[in-house]
């Protein structure tokens, strides 16, 4: 089998070199011999580490017949599915770690791959073969429920919080430094990354159709060190979740930082390792943790693809299990969980009394709640709620009065607890 | 399909009930439907809660030609043997959940199922998709190291020992009064229901031949109160692992009660849960974590296979990448890892030095030494020691000179330590 890497970064050097190294046991196990013949790299001045032929003109290589599967790692949106559909319509097949690119039009890509195959394993949770999970391993159970760690770095920042009590730009900071975060990091820390891998697996599970901008994102910049200290005091982990789950006949999709009970499997996934818990109704939970980034990783999965394409392995790509549970998405308005709320007032009397008064008027009941000690230089003290299962809109309107509200400081902040 | 149940005990009769409860998704991922058509059972009499005929003549089910596929739930070694190889040699497809049959027959039904599919999801992990992971979600990666919790009985007993500091038979009884060990539960705690598992793991990632009795297994009966206090004084967990790894060109097999790290992944794995943790290497460590026995998740496996099957998916089934990598296993005595000792002494002047010397004399290197604190009533006191790196045979001939000197009660404990 002849293979083409579009892309030859990080990600395509290890395809590249693994294939090399392991090809014994890779042609063993595939029945056949997999041969990296060329990659494309938009700068062929640069040194990629591989011993494979190199070319900057990706369209030639497109257009040529002696290529059985493409690997596309050129990441982007619009000109990755523009090279992958060209070669897809001539009937080649296609692996891919491309999940901005799935995100946008993963039901496109299906049409298209009708009569060839395309992997998407690498797409969710690096080296993690969850995709096959979802597809094979549990294809005898209705999917309940889907909750991931999904981003590395995200995940980084949030246990050095916790281990370290270091804030946020702290953290960052020390991710940055080992690599584990982009000088730009938006899109990891805002959600935006793990948004695009659950699209993918709330794909396959339950047949959902929408974009990013159809869920519900939120990102891990503004936790607090006081947020860390109730966490701990609490016996919660903060980590930043993807969720997926049934809610009567809708698809709840939500990305968030989210408080989770110490002992829930998914608290002990640290650093930049992945963890991906899945429900189903035969088998329960099922939890699959490793590392979600890094370039042989991330080349374990996309050579599983492409060894499950020698064996002929046909499964459906998204859905497949629709038409019996293809569910629309669930209205943000109508998430319904539990809440953490952070209020930073002034210390004066009658402020709790004015405080849950607001929250009963809204039908929020308290679940829990806790002062933090006031040092004396401090001219404010910090509130701690957590909620009993109340809507979200009900939240969002208890923080805008008290927002407004002349002994309260700042905007309230809040966190969602996943049980 | 038409599906027949050799064995409809609580696995079974899930298999029957999910097989008809989930129907609608089941035929949509399979492209067919799934029919279980009938079940074999010894005594007619019991209720299975069953809606499939049963009938109590195996033979005649056996010999039926309107069958495709027998689900394997009988037990046991040879009779199980017989049955399947029987309708394996009619070119049926099997699926089981059999690790006794696979622990001792596994390269023959190999053999034997050569012309059709041999489906064994179910025999390692109940319902964690681990076999799949192995076979093809980690299909790049030459295996270096399987350490798995796979026996959930021991794991629960080892967690209430831990947790609520138990005795062994406390917890025992308390594991069968929950229904998590049999009356007689000698086959999980003394680690052979593991050995079984871990064999058929190992027959996959290196090919590796022989029987339960060519490895090392210990069971978890001789752990103490004591031990359980170390363990927490130095922030180790025990648990009872199956480890197989490469050591040089053979496989090093072993069960046994291990100390390791309370932060490593595995440490987590509580109750009757099962984890196994797979190091690749391109991959790294990834980690499964599921429920290992229960009927429906069991069945959320056998199910699974039956679905392969309909897909037609065809991957081979141990040793797979043999020649290339198919090992043999380590000798026993060969065996080079870290110890924990305990040693219950007289308290008197010189008993330190004694013991330190003896070890330094066997080529012993003390890692870390506590002195329980003893109580006034205690006529003895307890040593606990660890070690670096050395040869099993050395730890057991220091425990032989130890045990005959004259302060020294009892035998001293040994627990091996998993880093």
Request: glycine share 8%; proline share 3%; hydrophobic share 40%.
């Given at each position: 089998m002849?293979v083409a890497?579009l892309g030859?970064?990080?990600?395509?050097?290890?395809?590249?070199?693994?294939?090399?190294?392991?090809?014994g046991?890779?042609?063993a196990?595939a029945?056949?011999?997999?041969?990296?013949?060329v990659?494309?790299?938009?700068d062929?001045?640069?040194?990629r580490g591989?011993?494979?032929?190199?070319?900057?003109?990706l369209q030639s290589?497109?257009?040529?017949d002696?290529i059985?599967?493409?690997?596309?790692?050129?990441?982007?949106?619009?000109?990755a599915?523009?090279?992958?559909?060209?070669?897809?319509?001539?009937?080649?097949?296609?692996?891919?770690a491309?999940?901005?690119?799935?995100?946008?039009?993963?039901y496109?890509?299906?049409?298209?791959?009708?009569d060839?195959?395309?992997g998407?394993?690498?797409?969710?949770g690096?080296?993690?073969p969850?995709?096959?999970?979802?597809?094979?391993?549990?294809?005898?159970?209705?999917?309940?429920?889907?909750?991931?760690?999904?981003?590395?770095?995200s995940n980084y920042?949030?246990?050095?919080?916790m281990d370290?009590?270091?804030d946020?730009?702290?953290?960052l900071?020390?991710a940055?430094?080992?690599?584990?975060?982009?000088a730009?990091?938006?899109f990891?820390?805002e959600?935006?990354?793990?948004?695009h891998?659950?699209l993918?697996?709330?794909?396959?599970?339950?047949g959902?159709?929408?974009?990013?901008?159809?869920?519900?994102?939120?990102g891990?910049?503004?936790i607090?060190?006081e947020?860390?200290f109730?966490a701990?005091d609490?016996?919660?982990v903060?980590k930043?979740?993807?969720i997926?789950?049934?809610n009567?006949?809708?698809?709840?999709?939500?990305?968030?930082?989210?408080l989770?009970?110490?002992?829930?499997?998914?608290?002990?996934?640290?650093?930049v390792m992945?963890?991906?818990?899945?429900?189903?109704d035969?088998l329960?939970?099922?939890?699959y943790?490793g590392?979600g980034?890094?370039g042989?990783?991330?080349?374990?999965?996309v050579?599983a693809d492409?060894?499950?394409?020698t064996?002929?392995?046909?499964?459906?790509?998204?859905?497949?299990?629709?038409p019996v549970?293809?569910?629309k998405?669930?209205?943000?308005?109508d998430?319904r969980?539990k809440y953490?709320?952070?209020v930073?007032?002034?210390?004066?009397?009658?402020?709790?009394?004015?405080?849950?008064n607001?929250?009963?008027?809204?039908s929020?009941?308290?679940?829990?709640?806790l002062?933090?000690?006031r040092?004396?230089e401090?001219?404010y003290?910090?509130?701690?709620?957590?909620t009993?299962t109340?809507k979200?809109s009900d939240?969002?309107?208890?923080?805008d009065?008290?927002e407004?509200t002349?002994f309260?400081?700042?905007?309230?902040?809040?966190i969602?607890?996943?049980?």
């Amino acid at each position: 089998m002849r293979v083409a890497i579009l892309g030859v970064g990080t990600v395509g050097a290890s395809v590249a070199n693994i294939l090399q190294k392991n090809a014994g046991i890779i042609s063993a196990r595939a029945g056949e011999k997999i041969e990296p013949v060329v990659g494309v790299v938009r700068d062929l001045s640069r040194d990629r580490g591989v011993s494979i032929p190199l070319t900057d003109d990706l369209q030639s290589v497109l257009d040529r017949d002696d290529i059985d599967v493409y690997v596309e790692l050129m990441g982007g949106v619009d000109s990755a599915f523009a090279a992958v559909s060209k070669v897809l319509k001539k009937g080649k097949s296609v692996v891919t770690a491309n999940k901005a690119m799935l995100a946008y039009h993963r039901y496109a890509l299906e049409k298209l791959a009708k009569d060839s195959s395309f992997g998407f394993e690498a797409s969710v949770g690096g080296g993690i073969p969850i995709i096959k999970a979802l597809k094979e391993g549990l294809s005898a159970n209705h999917i309940k429920k889907i909750v991931g760690i999904l981003n590395g770095t995200s995940n980084y920042i949030l246990t050095q919080m916790m281990d370290t009590n270091a804030d946020f730009h702290e953290a960052l900071k020390k991710a940055q430094d080992l690599g584990y975060a982009e000088a730009d990091p938006t899109f990891d820390i805002e959600g935006q990354d793990a948004a695009h891998k659950l699209l993918v697996l709330s794909s396959i599970a339950y047949g959902t159709h929408g974009n990013p901008e159809d869920i519900l994102i939120k990102g891990i910049t503004k936790i607090s060190s006081e947020d860390i200290f109730f966490a701990k005091d609490f016996e919660y982990v903060i980590k930043l979740l993807a969720i997926a789950k049934v809610n009567g006949d809708k698809a709840e999709l939500r990305v968030h930082p989210a408080l989770i009970d110490k002992d829930n499997i998914l608290a002990k996934v640290g650093g930049v390792m992945n963890g991906i818990s899945v429900f189903g109704d035969a088998l329960g939970e099922s939890m699959y943790y490793g590392p979600g980034a890094g370039g042989d990783a991330t080349a374990s999965a996309v050579i599983a693809d492409l060894i499950d394409i020698t064996r002929g392995n046909k499964n459906p790509m998204l859905g497949y299990n629709s038409p019996v549970n293809a569910l629309k998405l669930l209205p943000i308005s109508d998430i319904r969980t539990k809440y953490y709320l952070r209020v930073k007032v002034e210390d004066r009397v009658g402020v709790l009394a004015k405080i849950t008064n607001v929250m009963s008027e809204n039908s929020i009941s308290i679940d829990s709640f806790l002062q933090k000690p006031r040092n004396k230089e401090e001219k404010y003290t910090t509130l701690f709620f957590t909620t009993h299962t109340c809507k979200e809109s009900d939240v969002k309107r208890v923080m805008d009065i008290l927002e407004r509200t002349e002994f309260v400081v700042n905007r309230p902040f809040m966190i969602r607890i996943e049980s």
